[in-house]
């Protein structure tokens, strides 16, 4: 198999567990579906401590001064968030979102800006996304994105069968993600630290947070304009690494 497969792969189930939600969603009752949102958000929040356990692993914690593996999160997000609401990503985004709604979305089918924003993020955004990505680019193999595909499948029919349409416009950005990732692996190796990894990991642990957060109509955070803390992360911690 090439390089790339496991990103082709993962897009590939995105698209056949949103079109099979869609297709059939309109027999799921709107208080199942409701439930179903719902159980999705705690659901995130599994996958949100996942990626959160990084940051009580030996390994990375000695990588890092004592109490830096909190402050490069901490800095990381508050410059993310200076940075993307800067460059106004959320509004990007949602504009990107609403110009593809205007174009396939029908009545009545859930909220597409909400479906193609949190299907998005929940996607791209954890360990297997990254390190997946990466192996599958360093030639390592694909095993990694080809638990994430079927995960990915499987969650994006329930997603679907609420948010519509917009679950499956989740594989542009998806793709990609990854595919940058991918590309980044196959050209630098093994020249990114695990304790770099493990600080983007740990970062994109807080922003699944945020996603069921919203999810569960508990509180609504612009998540968009803090993605550029995922790429700050690891400067953070590489500077901790060497010069503290």
């Known amino acids: 198999m090439f390089n790339g497969f496991g990103t082709l792969l993962n897009v590939v189930g995105i698209a056949a567990g949103s079109a099979v939600g869609v297709l ?5 009752p709107e208080k ?26 030996k390994a990375y914690a000695g990588a890092l001064p004592k109490g830096w593996t909190l402050l490069t999160m901490i800095l990381a997000l508050v410059l993310g968030a200076l940075l993307g609401t800067a460059l106004k990503i959320e509004d990007r ?8 709604r205007d174009r396939f979305s029908r009545p009545g089918r859930g909220n597409f800006i909400e479906g193609f924003m ?19 680019g360093m030639g390592n193999g694909q095993q990694q994105l080809i638990l994430k595909s079927i995960l990915d499948a499987i969650t994006s029919i329930a997603f679907a069968a609420t948010f519509g349409w917009g679950v499956l416009a989740s594989i542009i ?8 990732w991918t590309l980044a692996g196959w050209g630098m190796g093994n ?3 695990s304790f770099q990894v493990g600080a983007m990991t740990a970062v994109g642990g807080i922003l699944l947070i945020a996603i069921s957060l919203r999810i569960l109509n508990i509180k609504v955070i612009a998540i968009g304009n803090l993605l550029p803390a995922i790429f700050i992360a690891p400067l953070i911690a590489s500077a901790a690494h060497h010069f503290i």
């Open 24 to 28: 059939f969603g309109n027999r799921i």
């Open 32 to 57: 199942t579906r409701s439930l179903i949102t719902d159980a999705l958000g705690l659901v995130t929040l599994v996958a949100a401590a996942d990626a959160l356990k990084v940051v009580w692993d």
């Open 93 to 100: 985004l949602e504009s990107f979102g609403k110009g593809i």
């Open 118 to 136: 949190a299907a998005s993020l929940l996607f791209a955004i954890g360990p297997l996304a990254i390190l997946g990505s990466i192996s599958d």
């Open 173 to 180: 950005p998806v793709g990609i993600y990854q595919g940058l």
């Open 191 to 193: 020249v990114m630290n």
